[in-house]
Each structure stands twice: as C-alpha cells, then as structure tokens.
C-alpha cells in the first residue's frame, strides 16, 4: 500500500480512547458509543483541569520536536482531518502532530508522528512523570493503525514530564523512552480485540459483574448505573485487601459481614468486619496511650498546594507540590481557640511569604496536629529546602507536628465510616453536625484547582471572582483545622 494514499474513510466506531475504555469494560465502551451525549461523560471541574492540563502538556511537547503541521481540524470531522493528515505526509513535513489515521474500524489521533528519513516514529505524549502499564495498549492500538495504513515505524516513544527537570532551565522538560519491544508485544492482541469490540457494539448492552475493573486503571464514569443496586458494605469496601475482594465475591461472598473468621485480614479490616457483625462502633482500648498528652499551647495545621505540571518557580520540578496556602487554629491554655490564615497573592513565587508566616504563626507552639501529617510534612520540607535560611525554624516546626490518622485508623471504626479514614469521611460520623457542606469549596481537589486559576491563570478570572475565590479558598481551609480541632476533641471523650 502506498503509504501516502490514506485508506477510503468509512465510519470508525473505536477511537483509541474508546478502544480503551472497551479493553477496561465492555458496558462502558457500549455506554460510550450508544450514549455519547450521556451526562456521565460530561467532565466536571477536575477532570476538565486534567484534560486541560494535559492538553498544555501536549502543545509544549511539540516545541521539543519543531518544524511540524499541526492537524487543526475540529476532532470530530474526521474526513477532513484524515485529508489534512495526507497532504502534510505528502508535502514531506519534518513532524505531524495530531496525525490522523482510521484503519479497521478505528480512528486514532498520534500526539506527534516523526518522520526519519522514509520511516516514521511514533511518539505518544504523557503529562505524567513515568511510563504506566495503562500507557502501553493506547500506543500499541496505535501502531497497529499506522502499520495497517502502510506507514513503516520501526520506534514508538512515549515523551513525559522528567521530574529531574528544575526551573527556570526547562530544555530537559520531557524524557523519551522507548517502548517498541512492549508495544509491538501487544500487537497480535489487537486485531481480534478490536473485532470483538465492533461485534459487541452492535449487540444489546452486555452483563459484566462489577469489581476491581470498575476502577482500575481508570474510575468508570459510569459506574454509578453499575453499583446503584451493590449491597451497603460490599466487600470491596474491606480495608486494603486490594484484589483479595475480587476473590471473595467470586467464592460467593457479597457483603463483608458474610465473610468467616477463618478468612483472615490486616488489623484494620478485622475491626472493620467486626464491627459491622456487631453492629455498633468499636473504639479499642489503646487510643489514649497512642495519644499521649497534648498539652497547650496546641496547634492544629492545614496546607493547600498547587501542583503545576510545567513548572513556573525557581528550582522546582514538574509536580512539585507547592505550599500556597495555609490554616492554623491554636488552643491556649486557657482554652481560648484563635485562628491564623495566610493565602499567597499573585503569580510570584510564595514560598518565602509562605514560611515567614508559617514560623510566625506557630511561635512557641506545643504539638502541632495534622491529618495525614506526612502532606504536612513533605510541605514544610520544601519550604525548608526552598529557603535555607529559614530552615531550621521550619524543622523545629516539622519536629512538633502529630498525625491524628492513626488515632482513628488504628483504633477506631465505626460502620458508617464505609472502610476509608479520609476527614471528611470521618468527621460527619465522630462530630455529627460539622461537615463541608454548607461551603462553596468543599474538596481539596478542587481546592487545588481554584488555587491553579487563581494564582497561575489570573487573567482568566475577573477582579469580584478572585475576591469570591479568596473568600471561598479561606473559609475552606479554616475548616481543615477546625475539623480537627473538634475530632481531637471527640476522640479524647472516646478515649476517656
């Protein structure tokens, strides 16, 4: 075939993405083609962000293959991309990017094409810091398209973020692996893969039992049709016995209380199905020693962070997570509870604002608690590596915090906590009353989002929703800490 004569367009019913989601679920990938204006597919916030980000990632990963013609045409006139995509391999273009193919029912996109010489390489673009398993049957999908529309790629890469990268020198931004011997190691799985994919779409919606598959490697948008009928305490919510649940539904165990005793598990998840065979709350008797004393002045801290894939301040690296934003509420002796918020202003770095602040507020503290005080720790760390200066306050500081995780997770269950040991699973349960409900911001995924708009994307706000932002940013991570504050309270009454 000549490789410059792209195959007659027919109707593709598979994309690469959906070829994936088929490979992930079959009732997905029918969902996806016979539903495509489903509510469930219309991304919120978060996911936008992630497809936006990775959308950036893409378009400065070109810049380090230059020369190229970008195939423009909107995603969904698939003729006219395949035409563009023609005449780019006949005018001889250096690199293609978003070349399009279609070859047995498939339509792909290829983030970048490369040509050497009378060959081409394929390069698939990752906004993430390393190759994944999940990567590999996207490009291997690929490859098999390209071969079939009679291109020779004798390489296929995939081009993602290098975390050994540090601002401002961004020349060694993305690092190339070559993954041709695991993609083409997939290739003889494609074609009866694809066939059997097109050959299910055109039947009715097919059975699959749910499990592990719901989630892995990706959270099914749809799973909610799935699991709306799924028993309370299914075993799938049994604490980190990972694919462990998968076996037990299959030896016909639905619910954890159904599991016996003579099936054993990690401590957590032993407490967790005793407690729903008892039905009640477990508080074990050595939470208060695991405690200790917390005597005043006591602190309780919070941070928030933004995460730039590209990184934007001196030194750091892409995913760097960058403490933008705090929360302290502070317990004198005498009870009095008072608080201290700082949030960065602007687009410059706010690291060196962010540890005078932090070493101000938390002067002549006690303890310091944290929920999951490993994110705090790591925070203070890099404050601490970013300003030398002020390291060794912020290391006396790192020295006082505690974590009040354990406290629950090793001590305490109870059936409404539905196996996860988050803040704000626990917290509605042990201190009934206070939640994140009545805010505008009650998530710190979308915390981390409105703090990216805010202070790296200021013109895409105007001057009232930034103060609403600040406002809502605020008042979100004051009740981090408060939430603290009343769950430390409420477990020393349990522990008592």
């Not at 469930?40 to 893409?58: H, M, N, Y």
């Not at 994944?132 to 490009?139: N, Q, T, V, Y």
Request: charge should be negative; charged fraction near 25%.
């Amino acid at each position: 075939m000549d490789r410059t004569d792209p195959s007659p367009p027919r109707v593709s019913r598979l994309s690469k993405s959906r070829f994936i989601a088929g490979l992930q679920c079959y009732r997905q990938l029918w969902w996806r083609v016979h539903e495509p204006d489903a509510s469930e597919l219309v991304p919120d916030e978060t996911q936008q962000a992630i497809f936006d980000q990775g959308s950036r990632v893409g378009a400065v990963a070109r810049s380090y293959v230059p020369g190229g013609t970008l195939i423009d045409a909107p995603y969904y006139e698939h003729a006219r991309r395949l035409e563009q995509t023609h005449q780019a391999l006949r005018a001889g273009a250096p690199a293609i990017y978003e070349a399009a193919f279609e070859a047995d029912g498939v339509f792909i996109a290829v983030d970048i094409l490369e040509r050497r010489g009378d060959v081409f390489h394929l390069i698939e673009v990752k906004s993430s810091t390393k190759v994944k398993d999940e990567h590999l049957p996207d490009i291997a999908v690929q490859l098999h398209v390209l071969r079939r529309s009679g291109l020779e790629i004798p390489r296929v890469e995939v081009m993602h973020l290098n975390r050994a990268c540090r601002y401002p020198r961004l020349d060694n931004l993305f690092t190339r692996t070559d993954v041709t011997r695991d993609a083409e190691a997939l290739l003889e799985q494609i074609p009866p893969e694809i066939e059997s994919q097109i050959h299910m779409l055109d039947g009715a919606l097919p059975v699959v039992a749910i499990g592990r598959h719901c989630d892995v490697p990706y959270t099914c948008p749809f799973k909610g049709r799935c699991w709306v009928n799924a028993p309370q305490h299914h075993v799938r919510e049994l604490y980190r016995v990972g694919l462990g649940a998968t076996e037990l539904v299959q030896a016909g165990f639905i619910t954890i209380d159904q599991i016996p005793e003579s099936i054993r598990f990690n401590a957590i998840a032993e407490r967790q199905r005793r407690a729903l065979r008892e039905g009640r709350r477990i508080v074990e008797r050595g939470l208060r020693k695991a405690m200790g004393s917390l005597g005043p002045p006591l602190l309780h801290l919070d941070f928030e962070t933004v995460m730039p894939a590209i990184p934007v301040w001196d030194r750091c690296r892409p995913y760097d997570a960058i403490p933008v934003q705090f929360s302290v509420h502070r317990i004198e002796s005498d009870g009095s509870l008072h608080h201290v918020a700082w949030l960065a202003e602007g687009g410059a770095d706010p690291r060196q604002a962010c540890a005078q602040q932090l070493i101000a507020a938390c002067t002549g503290a006690g303890p310091i608690v944290a929920y999951n005080a490993p994110f705090e720790r790591e925070c203070i760390r890099a404050l601490a590596d970013a300003i030398p200066e002020r390291a060794r306050d912020l290391r006396q500081i790192e020295k006082r915090l505690v974590d009040a995780l354990p406290w629950v997770r090793d001590y305490v269950y109870d059936p409404a906590f539905h196996g996860g040991f988050g803040l704000k699973q626990v917290l509605p349960v042990l201190v009934p009353g206070l939640d994140y409900s009545d805010l505008e911001i009650s998530d710190g995924e979308t915390a981390s989002l409105e703090l990216h708009r805010l202070l790296l994307e200021p013109e895409s706000i105007s001057a009232e929703e930034r103060s609403r932002l600040r406002r809502a940013l605020l008042a979100y991570c004051e009740r981090d800490t408060l939430a603290t504050v009343r769950l430390v309270e409420r477990l020393r009454e349990l522990a008592g």
